[in-house]
């Protein structure tokens, strides 16, 4: 194999690496913000700027490294490899966020999830590029490259678009806020006056959370969607939504709650 095709494997496998770092180090801050907060906010913040830091630690720290290396030795090792680029993970990342926005809160903030990054890279590449069988198909076939290239891609398809339209109410709260709307949007016209308010609490958990004790009220507004709800002895007694607030009377009518329960 000549140094050129073997340079076009390793970044191959290289760019796979970083963009299934990138994928899981997103996929596990959900879990986390969510753990934390109840529901992973800004997330959708996260996915972005990591991605953009991704793409630009790539282009300047990672792709002349890699193809001047020589990989048998025994830095490419996976123990020693994690470890290295763990560290080289934290330091660029400190690089570019420390010298673009001048802020050590920052770089702290999300210092553990560029060490995730490294650490997740450094593990992947390392087992990856002793691979002779997956480097002969590499070199051998470019639409397998190609296929090679995207898949971390649809990682996050299945994370971000499979799950939440197929389990909305188990990954609602893992979901970016865009995401979250979505589901909203989808979910509450499948409701009815008369209709009892635990099923629909459940299918997006957290949102309706001040409505206790199986009372309570709530009108929202998005780009697209608005809706007003009022609950009373744990069932909706009033429900309206349309496009924008425009389209429906927004006004909490408090007489509807007082009356008794049947």
Same mark, same amino acid.
């Given at each position: 194999?000549?140094?050129?095709?073997?340079?076009? $494997?390793?970044?191959?496998?290289?760019?796979?690496?970083?963009?299934?770092?990138?994928?899981?180090?997103?996929?596990?801050?959900?879990?986390?913000?969510?753990?934390?907060?109840? /529901? *992973?906010? #800004?997330?959708?913040?996260?996915?972005?700027?990591?991605?953009?830091?991704? !793409?630009?630690?790539?282009?300047?720290?990672?792709?002349?490294?890699?193809?001047?290396? #020589?990989?048998?030795? /025994?830095?490419?090792?996976?123990?020693?490899?994690?470890?290295?680029?763990? $560290?080289?993970?934290?330091?660029?990342?400190?690089?570019?966020?420390?010298?673009?926005?001048?802020?050590?809160?920052? !770089?702290?903030?999300?210092?553990?999830? @560029?060490?995730?990054? &490294?650490?997740?890279?450094?593990?992947?590449?390392?087992?990856?590029? /002793?691979? +002779?069988?997956?480097?002969?198909?590499?070199?051998? +076939?470019?639409?397998?490259?190609?296929?090679?290239?995207? @898949?971390? *891609?649809? $990682?996050?398809?299945?994370?971000?678009?499979?799950?939440?339209?197929? @389990?909305?109410?188990?990954?609602?709260?893992?979901?970016? #806020? *865009?995401?979250?709307?979505?589901?909203?949007?989808?979910?509450?016209?499948?409701?009815?006056? &008369?209709?009892?308010?635990?099923?629909?609490?459940?299918?997006?958990?957290?949102?309706?959370?001040?409505?206790?004790?199986?009372? =309570?009220?709530?009108? @929202?507004?998005?780009?697209?969607?608005?809706?007003?709800?009022?609950?009373?002895?744990?069932?909706?007694?009033?429900?309206?939504? =349309? +496009?924008?607030?425009?389209?429906? #009377?927004?006004?909490?009518?408090?007489?509807?709650?007082?009356?008794?329960?049947?």
């Amino acid at each position: 194999m000549t140094n050129k095709k073997l340079n076009n $494997v390793k970044q191959t496998i290289g760019f796979f690496s970083m963009t299934i770092s990138w994928t899981l180090m997103n996929i596990l801050n959900s879990i986390y913000i969510t753990l934390e907060d109840g /529901k *992973a906010d #800004d997330s959708g913040v996260i996915i972005f700027w990591s991605g953009l830091f991704i !793409v630009v630690s790539w282009a300047i720290f990672i792709i002349f490294p890699l193809s001047k290396l #020589d990989h048998n030795r /025994k830095l490419f090792q996976p123990i020693f490899f994690t470890i290295i680029s763990s $560290v080289y993970g934290v330091l660029t990342y400190s690089i570019i966020v420390g010298g673009i926005f001048q802020s050590l809160e920052l !770089v702290l903030m999300f210092l553990p999830q @560029a060490f995730v990054v &490294g650490l997740s890279f450094g593990l992947s590449y390392s087992f990856l590029i /002793k691979s +002779k069988r997956l480097i002969e198909l590499l070199n051998g +076939k470019p639409v397998s490259r190609g296929i090679f290239f995207l @898949a971390p *891609a649809f $990682v996050l398809v299945f994370f971000l678009w499979f799950l939440p339209l197929i @389990a909305p109410n188990l990954v609602y709260r893992f979901m970016p #806020d *865009a995401i979250r709307q979505e589901i909203v949007i989808k979910t509450i016209p499948k409701f009815n006056v &008369g209709d009892e308010i635990k099923p629909l609490k459940k299918a997006l958990p957290g949102y309706l959370d001040h409505i206790k004790n199986g009372s =309570g009220n709530m009108s @929202a507004s998005m780009e697209n969607f608005a809706f007003v709800i009022q609950v009373h002895c744990g069932k909706i007694i009033r429900l309206e939504y =349309g +496009k924008s607030q425009l389209e429906i #009377d927004g006004t909490i009518y408090g007489k509807l709650q007082e009356k008794p329960c049947l």
